[in-house]
């Protein structure tokens, strides 16, 4: 398989990770936020500077369908998420020595 | 396991910011000298933007808990320890600014727990296991999911750890200290599960795209004419 081919079979699986199965998560507290509700000092979370965020809380801001409006976020974040790092490699690629392996 | 605001007082806070933040500076330039090439590089992408999403799918850990994927094994035995570590922090900063989901002034130490200790115990613990185990291409998922069971229990204990320097609340450590491991060795399981799938994936088709596979290659790989760049 070539690395293009490769590279956008993942991309394709992540996107459909995000913007389908992502719905179907547990909503269970996690392990941290679990044992600090458990040990009593999950009081003392601040919410987020970022709260009002339009994507706060893995929900898209005025997206009324929940399945729609999570699955959008996600693939929002993915979007985003492969640029930056996509855009990080590309740099990092071209500050380094070209190596043979 | 995204730490809010508030969980940990501001000099701890800041701390683990200036820690995180000169482990990422060397983890550029290492990354860059050391692991990115120009074949493995779009991979380093891929892991970030995998991770994002498998990070939004919290799995049922029993007793009303549930635990996600950290993926910081996964990334280290992929691309290398270094990229790893910028893997995770891109997912963490987006996930702080964008999502609300662990807090910006927490950033620090959410990169120290998961972006550090978590993917440098995994890699560790990946290394060592490779060594004990059969000389087979099969042993680097295998190795990479021991890596994983053993790093996220570990970034739970860090957690404790830096509890114990600035905690906002008097709670006894010990106590602390064992329930944090205990729900996240059961974390640790599915992500072991889903670091030995996607390691296994990746391994069966584009060995040499591995990090982690470097040396482990079947001879007829090997023997493969290089394509003319």
Do not use: K
């Not at chain 1, 929002?76 to 990080?88: D, I, K, N, Q, S």
């Not at chain 2, 270094?82 to 702080?96: D, E, R, S």
């Not at chain 2, 296994?200 to 990090?211: E, G, K």
């Amino acid at each position: 398989m070539s690395t293009r081919r490769l590279v956008v079979l993942g991309l394709v699986v992540s996107a459909l990770v995000a913007g389908v199965l992502s719905f179907y998560a547990s909503a269970h507290p996690d392990g941290l936020t679990h044992v600090a509700q458990s040990l009593g000092f999950a009081s003392s979370a601040r919410s987020s500077a970022t709260s009002g965020s339009p994507l706060a809380g893995y929900s898209a801001a005025g997206v009324h369908d929940p399945r729609l409006s999570r699955g959008l976020a996600g693939l929002a974040g993915v979007a985003v998420v492969g640029l930056v790092m996509g855009g990080l490699v590309l740099l990092l690629r071209r500050r380094s020595p070209r190596r043979e392996r | 396991m995204h730490v809010p605001d508030g969980f940990l007082d501001a000099p701890t806070s800041v701390g683990t910011a200036v820690v995180a933040g000169g482990v990422v500076a060397a983890c550029l330039v290492r990354s860059a000298r050391h692991e990115l090439d120009d074949r493995s590089a779009p991979l380093a992408g891929l892991v970030a933007v995998f991770i994002f999403a498998a990070q939004m799918v919290n799995f049922p850990v029993g007793a009303g808990t549930s635990g996600h994927l950290i993926g910081a094994a996964l990334a280290a035995v992929l691309v290398g320890p270094a990229t790893a570590t910028l893997c995770l922090t891109v997912v963490l900063a987006v996930q702080a600014f964008l999502f609300a989901d662990g807090g910006v002034s927490a950033l620090g130490t959410n990169v120290l727990l998961m972006g550090v200790v978590a993917v440098w115990v995994g890699y560790g613990t990946f290394r060592l296991a490779l060594a004990v185990l059969p000389r087979r291409l099969s042993s680097v998922s295998v190795a990479a999911g021991i890596g994983a069971l053993v790093g996220v229990p570990m970034a739970a204990l860090a957690f404790v750890g830096l509890y114990a320097l600035g905690g906002a609340a008097p709670i006894p450590l010990a106590q602390l200290a064992a329930v944090m491991t205990g729900w996240h060795v059961l974390i640790g399981v599915g992500e072991a599960l889903i670091t030995m799938l996607a390691v296994s994936s990746i391994v069966a088709t584009r060995p040499d795209l591995v990090y982690g596979a470097h040396g482990r290659l079947p001879e007829l790989e090997l023997r493969t004419p290089e394509p003319v760049a």
